[in-house]
């Protein structure tokens, strides 16, 4: 306690620590900072903080590692343009720049897009810069200079004089022209990335095809887009190939034989990775009466990948697997991943086992690990685990019940009463699943099952990744940490205020507890506006990363967390592996002492590589659902408001989860203000209202399955869910327990979920709400074509943030 009393006591402030980094001729680390204010143990945090503040607010600059005072653009520069984010605002950034943190943001103002003398993304300008703080400037420009290389993916149109490329990213909706000759065969439909040609142009931006990818009407062209529009690598280098090519069995050697142990594995029906058994008995010690004895096993991918080889470069480059409803995009080629490093039945593998004892509470009593050689009894499914344990077993699992299948259960829900004991936020957000034929077409959406045996495994795995933590801890090793901070108190305050508009209360303590979030779930249960209020904690989250710099998990309630379970799909876990075996001392492929000091920058990296497979999977699910729905424009569906914003409204179908964009231009004729904080758009004139939660009907106006677009309209003659707030239903304060799982924490291993949508930031008044106007039918508004929807969709592309892809407990 003195020595934390201490530390605080020399803890340097702000304007010191951004002074010592002015003052410094080069960029300093974070611990030549704490060296330098002789920073130690859990301060070492608060500087982490204080430095992403600094970060943020524009007083210091971050590149590999480390900070460095700002350098100020000069009045005019050259810049490029590099994109339009969700705002639809043009970004540019400067043509050189020599330095190794990123470059400032640059807004662009004052550009028509789509006329003549509007530049295009990889175009060179001369533009007056304004500084506007924390590190942004706003250009003017001067003198557009050129063009620079850029490929575009879109799909083939030709006419009689030319061929035209519509681009699949929705934020472009410019088209271009490419020469008919080049492709004479090329079929209307086709996938192809195009190079836009340099040089001023009238009309139409002129191209190049420079390959083609498939048809849009071929099923795998659909996740064959979103891969190539999010930058996934998908095509092994030849050196990472060969290198798997070339691997064999792993012998036993001094490993620990566990082959007599009857693990077995339980993943979906349609997994072909096996990467993680579990065994459990009742503790045979008396001492322990009524606890268990568990193991966790997990295939040994350190023995394969080893660090600095070609697999490992090219692993840690794609950070993780991408999970899409028609394939896999594997971190490690399928040699590997489907062969040597598979816990498939009946084989000798090569494992990194966890033993655990647990007390009848489910709390831990110790824990081992060893690295060994194991053999799977059985490949189960989750059907057929939760089948079996319901009185139905099949021929696999008949001989399994009592000696395998019950005792795995009987640690489970000792583990669910330490579970509940720590208070893990539960939350019951909906998911649904993609269902495909032999020929990769869809043919339904429907929910995801979720059963006791999906939550026993996650259990399993997430005590096993919480003795990980802990190992690495006690043996004094780098951990990559699973780490997921409480919710800002901006996003808190929001959720305090949206709760109370619906009669709900969250207390206004210092510091909340998932427990504090279970409440208000427990009291909404049953509700009509249930699944709404889920919605809307789960937004208030903040999101999951990887670091070497320890705070916990809040939605987990761990204090101690890292991924073990999935070395196959996930690099951290691999990291984690590695520190294991080299503190351990258990042989070959441990981590490198100096790797340790590259942990935070991977850190980064991956959780980047995370967001970016996650944004594919959203994309490509996005894209399989408006493909199922083309033949369905016109028809009406019933649905939910998922997302409100200042343009209008998104609604999420009830029968596929599939969720579109009705325009506010479409709305009933009124003038609707943006009640940010209810969620809602009001009109002021009329008194309709239109809140997150609300029940509609729609109609189907148009399907783009190459961009993912679902315009939708209100049904003429449905009964619209516009009414008084006074009017809305309020929560039930039942005692009924939550079922669910924690927030970007849930799992289903094979194939991602859909999230929800939410819309740009709109200019907001005083209050936080945006006005905008509607005129509807009666004021002689113009129709919105199916263009002008996509373009407008394209705007808004922050796509319901609830739910992170399907990973085994994160």
């Not at 939760?386 to 019950?406: F, H, N, S, W, Y």
Request: charged fraction near 30%.
């Amino acid at each position: 306690m003195a020595n934390d009393t201490e530390d605080k006591k020399h803890f340097p402030t702000r304007e010191e620590i951004i002074e010592f980094i002015d003052m410094s001729p080069t960029p300093v680390g974070k611990r030549e900072i704490a060296r330098a204010f002789n920073i130690k143990g859990a301060a070492k945090i608060e500087l982490k903080k204080i430095l992403k503040d600094l970060k943020i607010e524009g007083d210091v600059v971050k590149g590999r590692r480390r900070f460095d005072k700002p350098d100020r653009l000069p009045p005019v520069e050259v810049l490029e343009i590099t994109g339009i984010d969700d705002d639809g605002e043009v970004l540019a950034r400067p043509n050189v720049w020599k330095h190794d943190y990123d470059p400032p943001q640059i807004v662009v103002k004052s550009i028509r897009r789509g006329g003549p003398s509007a530049p295009g993304i990889g175009d060179k300008i001369l533009a007056k810069l304004r500084y506007t703080g924390k590190q942004t400037y706003e250009a003017s420009i001067m003198r557009v200079l050129g063009s620079g290389p850029q490929r575009v993916l879109g799909l083939y149109r030709p006419n009689e004089r030319e061929g035209r490329v519509v681009p699949t990213d929705r934020k472009d909706s410019g088209e271009i022209a490419v020469p008919l000759d080049d492709h004479p065969d090329l079929e209307t439909g086709a996938l192809v990335l195009t190079e836009i040609l340099p040089g001023k142009h009238f009309g139409l931006r002129k191209g190049r095809i420079t390959e083609v990818l498939g048809n849009i009407n071929e099923p795998k062209s659909i996740s064959l887009v979103s891969i190539h529009a999010r930058g996934i690598p998908f095509e092994f280098p030849p050196e990472v190939e060969l290198q798997a090519r070339e691997s064999k069995a792993t012998p036993l050697g001094k490993r620990t034989d566990l082959r007599d142990i009857p693990l077995v594995t339980i993943d979906g029906a349609d997994a072909r990775d096996f990467d993680d058994a579990v065994w459990a008995e009742p503790d045979s010690d008396p001492e322990n009466e009524g606890g268990w004895h568990i193991m966790v096993a997990i295939a040994d991918v350190s023995w394969y990948v080893r660090p600095g080889d070609a697999l490992d470069r090219e692993a840690v480059k794609r950070g993780n697997s991408c999970y899409f409803p028609d394939r896999v995009v594997p971190m490690l080629p399928f040699e590997l991943s489907n062969g040597w490093c598979s816990l498939v039945p009946h084989e000798d593998r090569g494992c990194m086992a966890v033993e655990m004892w647990l007390d009848k509470h489910g709390h831990k009593l110790r824990h081992k690990f060893c690295r060994g050689m194991m053999k799977s009894a059985a490949r189960l499914t989750y059907d057929q685990v939760q089948r079996a344990m319901d009185g139905q077993p099949d021929d696999t699992t008949g001989p399994l019940v009592e000696t395998i299948i019950k005792p795995l259960y009987g640690a489970f829900h000792a583990f669910l009463e330490a579970r509940k004991h720590r208070g893990v936020l539960e939350l019951d957000v909906p998911e649904r699943k993609i269902e495909l034929n032999d020929k990769g077409q869809i043919v339904a959406i429907a929910p995801r099952a979720r059963f006791d045996s999906h939550k026993l495994i996650e259990e399993f795995m997430i005590a096993a990744n919480v003795c990980a933590a802990e190992e690495l801890e006690r043996i004094k090793q780098p951990c990559m940490y699973r780490i997921h901070d409480a919710p800002s108190e901006e996003k808190l305050e929001a959720l305090r205020e949206f709760l109370e508009g619906a009669g709900y209360q969250l207390n206004k303590a210092s510091v909340l507890r998932p427990r504090d979030f279970n409440r208000i779930l427990e009291m909404a249960k049953d509700t009509p506006e249930s699944e709404l209020i889920n919605t809307v904690v789960l937004r208030s989250q903040s999101q999951a990363m990887y670091s070497p710099d320890n705070i916990g998990h809040f939605g987990l309630a761990l204090k101690k967390y890292a991924h073990f379970t999935s070395p196959i799909r996930r690099y951290a876990d691999l990291l984690v592996h590695r520190a294991l075996i080299a503190g351990l001392k258990l042989g070959e492929g441990g981590l490198p002492p100096e790797d340790g000091e590259r942990f935070e920058q991977i850190g980064e990296d991956i959780s980047g590589t995370e967001r970016r497979a996650a944004m594919a999977e959203r994309d490509a699910v996005d894209r399989y659902v408006a493909a199922y729905m083309s033949d369905k424009v016109g028809a009406e569906f019933p649905g939910k408001i998922s997302g409100v914003t200042h343009f209008g409204l998104f609604i999420s179908l009830n029968e596929t989860g599939a969720d579109g964009l009705v325009p506010i231009s479409t709305l009933p004729d009124d003038y609707y203000v943006h009640d940010a904080a209810s969620h809602a758009l009001v009109g002021q004139n009329r008194g309709k209202r239109f809140q997150l939660g609300d029940t509609v009907v729609v109609r189907i106006a148009d399907a783009d399955a190459a961009t993912g677009s679902l315009a939708l309209r209100l049904a003429e003659h449905a009964d619209i869910t516009a009414r008084d707030l006074v009017e809305r239903p309020r929560g039930r304060r039942g005692q009924n327990k939550h079922r669910g799982g924690s927030p970007g924490e849930r799992s289903h291993r094979h194939g991602s979920k859909p999230g929800f949508r939410s819309g740009p930031r709109g200019a907001t008044g005083p209050d936080g709400t945006s006005a905008t106007k509607s005129k509807g039918k009666a004021g002689g508004k113009k129709k919105t074509t199916p263009k002008k929807q996509r373009k407008l969709v394209a705007s808004s592309r922050l796509a319901r943030s609830a739910a992170k892809r399907g990973d085994k407990p994160q």
